[in-house]
C-alpha cells in the first residue's frame, strides 16, 4: 500500500498495486465543492469505481438505455493508472458510482 496526495485540496488516495481507494473526509462538500461524492456524508457511504473495456460513449448509451440519471461525464479523472475518462451516477442508496474507462 502507498499513500498519494492529489488535487488541489491535497486529498488522499491509498493505492494497492492497480487498486486505487479514496477516503472521504467528513465535511468534503465544503472543502471542494467541484467533488461528486455519495448522498449521505455518513459512515458506510461510499464512492465506487468500476473500470470497463467498452468506450465512454457506450457507457452513456447503456446507462442511458437502463434509465440511469448521468450525474457527470464523460470527464477526464486520475485514476490509479493514470488518466481516464468517467461517468459518474447513483445507485438506489446514494451511493456514488464511476464507471471509467483507460485509454
Same mark, same amino acid.
Given at each position: 500500500?502507498?499513500? %498519494?496526495?492529489?488535487? &488541489?485540496? $491535497?486529498?488522499?488516495?491509498?493505492? *494497492? ?5 479514496? &477516503? ?5 462538500? %465544503? ?18 469505481? *468500476?473500470?470497463?473495456? $467498452?468506450? =465512454?460513449?457506450?457507457? @452513456? ?12 461525464? &464523460? ?14 451516477? @447513483? ?6 458510482? %464511476?464507471? $471509467?474507462?483507460? =485509454?
Amino acid at each position: 500500500m502507498t499513500i %498519494e496526495i492529489f488535487g &488541489p485540496t $491535497a486529498r488522499t488516495a491509498l493505492k *494497492f498495486g492497480d487498486q486505487k481507494i479514496n &477516503p472521504r473526509p467528513l465535511g468534503s462538500a %465544503e472543502q471542494d465543492p467541484a467533488w461528486t461524492t455519495g448522498a449521505v456524508e455518513a459512515a458506510g457511504s461510499e464512492d465506487l469505481c *468500476f473500470i470497463t473495456l $467498452a468506450s =465512454p460513449g457506450t457507457v @452513456r448509451e447503456h446507462l442511458e438505455n437502463c434509465g440511469v440519471e448521468v450525474l457527470d461525464g &464523460p470527464v477526464t479523472k486520475l485514476g490509479a493508472l493514470g488518466e481516464m475518462v468517467s461517468h459518474y451516477c @447513483r445507485d438506489p442508496d446514494g451511493n456514488l458510482i %464511476e464507471i $471509467a474507462v483507460y =485509454p
